[in-house]
């Protein structure tokens, strides 16, 4: 699907990740279509957005980002969902130990959707956890493994049907700033005058901010990496996606094996994820040490994604108060796919003039300015 550059429109989005997507179809549903969504890549979603885990997993260690991802959820794969998806809603398990998994309890507690189980229950329902280190489990029913490649193109099939065109291959190099706002962007296919631009540019938003002359926002990308294996004869695929919170890994079944990661966080420059070999050791000794069933697994394949993360760890949705009409979806971390709905939604409000007022206050770009 590729429509042709437009020379004006009224929003550009730059990003066809899950931020761009999710703002374009949140815009639609406003009735805002004279949007113009643009990604560097010759395919939609093909960084972060198309190298996650795709764990829709709705408790975080934040009640703000917990909050805010049920309601997502919910949005995605509720009852009165606008969205067509394919899920599976096998649940979780999110292992502990004590006392650093202490705060983790209190979050589930407050949560409402989550209840805490002995270990011995959690080893019932995943007989692989038999060895390893954890003390107690969060069970959340309503955590899923999502189809992110349906999700996307539901959001971005959404907003072309309200009139956006989506524009791939074609990098934004420059952002044209006149009387204090933004008013176009040039790009590798032409130039596009715009009275918005969202920045949803993930591991590059701060360097599109660069470009219309902004300083960038404390918020980096951080490279993690995922492994899968063949198939396993001892994998149920109905187990629910496993991460243990203080041990640092997590697994989930992926057509008839495991999908797992060593949570490795390292931060780099934007630019390609390259597979770094040294995690593949990482992950090798952290599963004996921490879950010995789980020790010598054979490897099918691996991949590497960039995480990006604010300084608080917050998702960044909301206007630069430093320039008119350049507006920030970024910052998605661990969550974009999670949370996208609701911060599309909250970003398409915010653009379309709406005072977030203390709704707003917990994503504001202001908060990361240095
Ligand atoms: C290994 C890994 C596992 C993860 N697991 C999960 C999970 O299980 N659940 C979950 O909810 N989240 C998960 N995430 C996080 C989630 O994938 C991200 O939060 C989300 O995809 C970020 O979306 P985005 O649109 O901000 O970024 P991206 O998907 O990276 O999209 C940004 C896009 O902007 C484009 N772009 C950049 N510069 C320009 C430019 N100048 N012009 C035009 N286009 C440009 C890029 O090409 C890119 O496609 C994981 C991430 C990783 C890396």
């Not at 995922?226 to 004869?233: E, G, I, K, R, S």
């Amino acid at each position: 699907m590729r429509d042709t550059l437009p020379t004006q429109v009224d929003v550009v989005i730059v990003g066809g990740g899950f931020a761009g997507a999710a703002t374009a179809w949140a815009l639609a549903r406003r009735g805002v279509g004279d949007v113009l969504v643009l990604e560097a890549s010759d395919q939609f979603g093909s960084q972060a957005s198309g190298r996650n885990a795709s764990m829709a997993r709705q408790l975080s260690s934040d009640p703000l980002t917990s909050a805010l991802l049920r309601q997502s959820v919910d949005r995605m794969l509720g009852p009165d969902r606008a969205l067509e998806v394919e899920a599976r809603r096998c649940g979780s398990l999110l292992l502990l130990e004590e006392p650093a998994g202490l705060p983790w309890l209190e979050a589930a507690r407050m949560s409402g959707s989550s209840r805490v189980v002995a270990r011995d229950e959690a080893v019932k329902r995943v007989p692989l956890l038999d060895g390893a280190r954890f003390d107690r489990a969060v069970v959340t029913d309503t955590d899923a493994v999502v189809d992110v490649s349906g999700l996307l193109w539901a959001y971005l099939r959404g907003a072309r049907r309200a009139g956006a065109r989506l524009v791939s291959d074609c990098s934004v190099t420059a952002v044209r700033v006149a009387e204090g706002r933004v008013a176009g962007v040039a790009t590798t296919q032409g130039d596009v005058g715009c009275r918005v631009l969202v920045d949803a540019a993930g591991a590059w938003a701060n360097q599109v901010a660069g470009m219309a002359g902004l300083s960038p926002l404390s918020m980096a990308p951080f490279r993690r990496h995922l492994v899968v294996t063949p198939p396993l004869a001892f994998c149920d695929p109905a187990w629910p996606l496993v991460w243990h919170l203080t041990d640092d890994y997590y697994f989930r079944p992926e057509v008839g094996g495991l999908l797992l990661s060593a949570c490795d966080q390292v931060e780099v420059a934007p630019g390609p994820a390259v597979r770094d070999p040294a995690v593949l050791e990482v992950l090798a000794e952290r599963l004996a040490r921490r879950c010995p069933r789980l020790a010598g697994v054979p490897i099918q394949t691996w991949w590497a994604g960039l995480r990006t993360l604010s300084a608080d760890g917050r998702f960044v949705i909301g206007p630069d108060p430093r320039l008119g009409g350049f507006f920030w979806v970024a910052g998605l971390g661990g969550h974009g796919m999670t949370g996208s709905a609701a911060i599309g939604e909250l970003a398409a409000r915010a653009i379309t003039g709406q005072d977030l007022g203390a709704q707003g206050t917990p994503w504001a770009p202001a908060r990361l300015l240095r």
